[in-house]
């Protein structure tokens, strides 16, 4: 896919719009994007592991949510349109334990009223977590 954001991301920006709230919270950090691509990390500590010592499926749906409706208020006009989600799905594919989880959020269809982001949560060793589809509607501010 092409360029789908409206201008080049700036990290730093879309990073501050979390302090404060559950993004900032679980520890998510945005730290990378590209023209159609935005990626971010979460720790798997106390605060994302479920009772049984491992990473909360919530948590990564948290984590696949936040870069996809992130990436697509990034490819709207802020100041008369804004991204929601209509729905999420998440497959869990493999446990994690410890370290850090690294979720890319990437286009499949960024169109007038709705987008589709598909959302792939690796260890760090780059094995599959999770694997997410968010839909968005794009509507009125």
Excluded at 71 to 84: F, I, M, R, Y
Excluded at 109 to 122: K, L, P, S
Aim: aromatic share 4%; glycine share 10%; hydrophobic share 40%.
């Amino acid at each position: 896919m092409s360029r789908v954001f409206r201008e080049p991301v700036d990290l730093q920006q879309v990073n501050a719009l979390s302090r404060g709230t559950l993004i900032d919270h679980l520890g998510i950090v945005f730290t990378a994007a590209g023209d159609d691509w935005i990626q971010a990390t979460m720790p798997v500590d106390e605060r994302t592991r479920q009772p049984y010592g491992l990473l909360h499926g919530g948590a990564s749906v948290v984590l696949a949510e936040t870069l996809g409706s992130s990436a697509g208020n990034l490819c709207v006009d802020p100041t008369s349109q804004v991204c929601v989600g209509l729905e999420i799905n998440a497959n869990h594919l493999r446990a994690a334990r410890e370290g850090v989880v690294t979720g890319t959020a990437r286009a499949l269809h960024v169109g007038r009223t709705t987008q589709v982001w598909e959302i792939r949560i690796e260890n760090e060793a780059g094995k599959p977590v999770c694997i997410s589809r968010l839909t968005l509607a794009v509507v009125p501010r």
